[in-house]
Structures are given as structure tokens and as C-alpha cells.
């Protein structure tokens, strides 16, 4: 690795053990990609207890699966209703009464980020991927109770930021007055009851990440020896309408599942007199794969904010 990869993996591993919980393990949220394969090898280099958690979307793709299967200790955690019966993206269509859009990303919450509640998460977010995650992102992140969370901070004297989504981010640098001790026993504070997120590697590019891997001979998985970039679930639509199309022309079961769903969901926006443009389930699909862009004013805020609440 070339001298400044191994500072910068020093200084991830620095930042794993100082806010290690005193009790449990770290929640190490592992998709199956690149980056959350780097977290998994920090974390040993780091010697800190962790539990390796992937939460299945039910619109994983297989192979993604198939390679997440073969890490040693991974947890698979399947999303519940409250009645014990599994959630996936299909019985949640007509509930949501709308597809998951880039501004309503129901899906992420209901099935992806379920679990880890109450612990402390380890992510492989970096600033690279997105604008979004540039803006929102740093080496700790805190999300719930912004009133209280800014008392406690500026109580401690830590510097902080607020960022356009609502989160709080603080980097790890200790500046005058600030000690690592004291970050830490704030984040220890806010876990519990907050969604707290210790983001090592949040300034790797992506060059770091794959000369970070192949140092320690991970294989990673095999969609990246496809030619995807990204390893997400098969139609995202944050990923985008050309990237959502190949998903759907490499995974016809999942785009005929989806069609049927989008159809349940029509039959629930009419049962409820909800205005409805559409008819059928590809009526649904074309609207989503932006070939009719008019509609993309379909919801108004009330039913966005619906169905953003879990159900
Ligand atoms: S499809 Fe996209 S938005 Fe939905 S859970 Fe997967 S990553 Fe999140």
C-alpha cells in the first residue's frame, strides 16, 4: 500500500477503537459492496468487537447474496411487521400506496436500515459517492433528538454540525479544548436512543478502497467483475432509469414481481379514492423509468410524509 493508504488506514483503525462500546460489539451494517468490505477487515485489524449485520431487501441481487453468504459470521437479518410476518418490497407497495422514489425512499428504512437500534453502527459511507453523502456525512453522525443532541454538544464544548438533513456531524479531529474523551463519551451518550454512525473510512476515495483490498487479497463481489460500479438493490431508484433498465433487462423475474405490485397498489390508491393516473402495473413502470416525467408531481406532501412512517 503506498504510504499515505497506510496512514489513512492507521488513522481509521485509531478512530474504531476510540469509540469502542464499553459493553456489546459494534453493529458493522455490511451490504455486500466494497466499502462495507473494508470496514469488515478494519474492524479485525482494529481488534474491536464487532457483529457483522446485513439486512436482506428482498430485492438483493443473488449474486450479491450468494457472496455475503460466504463471509465468515455475517448475520442475515430479515425486516418483520409487528406481527411477526416478514416485510418485503412487494406487500409494502400497496401500503406505501407509491413506489419508492428518489424523495421517498420508504424501502431504505423499512427493510435496509431496520436493525441496530440501540447500538452503535459502524458504516463504510464515504464522501466520494455522492454529493449527498458529502453534505450529510462525517466520521460520526448522529440522527433523533436534534434540540437535545445540540445542548449536550455545546455543553461539552464540541464543535458540530448541522447538516440540511437533519443530522448532526462531527469529524474527528480534536480541536482546541476538545478531547477524544470527550467525544467519545458523547457518543456512548447518544446511541442508545439515537441513530449514531462512526463512518472510519468517510474521506477514501475509491482508489483507497480497492488498493485497500487487493493488499489484503479480498476477493469482493463478483458484480464488480460484471462491470457494475455500485452494488445495490435490482431496481433502485436512486441508482438511476439506464442502471434501473439493465437491472431489469439482466433480472426479468424482478421486474414482472414489481409490475405485479405496482398493480396491488393501484387496486389500494382506488380502494381508498386516491387519484390514480394509472391503470396498470406498467403504466406504474413506465412513470418510474421516467418516461413520462409529468407525472412526477403525482404526490402531494401529505402522502410522502405517509409513507415515509414505518409501518
Ligand atoms: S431499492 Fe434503493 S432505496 Fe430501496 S432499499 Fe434498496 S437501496 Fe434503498
Request: hydrophobic share 30%.
Amino acid at each position: 500500500m503506498n504510504r499515505y493508504l497506510i496512514e489513512k488506514e492507521k488513522e481509521a483503525i485509531e478512530r474504531l477503537k476510540a469509540f469502542e462500546p464499553e459493553k456489546e460489539p459494534y453493529y458493522l451494517c455490511y451490504s455486500g459492496g466494497k466499502d462495507s468490505d473494508v470496514i469488515r477487515i478494519l474492524a479485525t485489524l482494529a481488534g474491536v468487537k464487532h457483529e457483522i449485520h446485513h439486512n436482506l431487501t428482498t430485492v438483493d441481487a443473488p449474486e450479491t447474496v450468494a457472496y455475503i453468504k460466504t463471509i465468515k459470521g455475517v448475520h442475515i437479518n430479515k425486516a418483520r411487521y409487528p406481527d411477526g410476518t416478514p416485510k418485503t418490497m412487494w406487500n409494502l407497495m400497496p401500503k406505501k400506496r407509491m413506489p419508492p422514489t428518489r424523495i421517498a425512499r420508504w424501502c431504505c428504512s423499512e427493510l435496509k436500515e431496520q436493525g441496530g437500534k440501540g447500538r452503535l453502527k459502524i458504516t463504510g459511507v464515504r464522501w466520494e459517492e455522492s454529493t449527498n453523502r458529502r453534505a450529510n456525512a462525517d466520521v460520526i453522525r448522529v440522527v433523533g433528538k436534534p434540540t437535545a443532541t445540540q445542548k449536550i454538544l455545546e455543553n461539552s464544548g464540541l464543535s458540530y454540525t448541522v447538516t440540511k438533513s437533519g443530522g448532526i456531524v462531527l469529524n474527528a479531529q480534536c480541536g482546541d479544548n476538545e478531547t477524544v474523551r470527550d467525544k467519545k463519551d458523547f457518543v456512548h451518550h447518544c446511541y442508545i436512543d439515537r441513530s449514531v454512525t462512526i463512518n472510519p473510512i468517510v474521506e477514501w476515495s475509491t482508489r483507497d478502497v480497492w488498493e485497500f483490498l487487493h493488499h489484503y487479497g479480498v476477493r469482493s463481489n463478483p458484480l464488480y467483475q460484471c462491470g457494475e460500479n455500485r452494488i445495490g438493490c435490482i431496481g433502485c431508484p436512486l441508482s438511476g432509469t439506464k442502471s434501473m433498465k439493465s437491472d431489469f433487462a439482466k433480472y426479468p423475474k424482478y421486474y414482472e414481481s414489481y409490475i405485479r405490485s405496482f398493480k396491488k397498489m393501484i387496486d389500494e390508491r382506488k380502494r381508498l379514492k386516491l387519484p390514480t393516473q394509472w391503470e396498470s402495473g406498467i403504466d406504474v413502470m413506465k412513470w418510474w423509468l421516467g418516461e413520462n416525467p409529468d407525472q412526477l408531481t403525482l404526490f402531494d406532501e401529505n402522502e410522502l410524509y405517509e409513507a415515509m412512517q414505518e409501518v
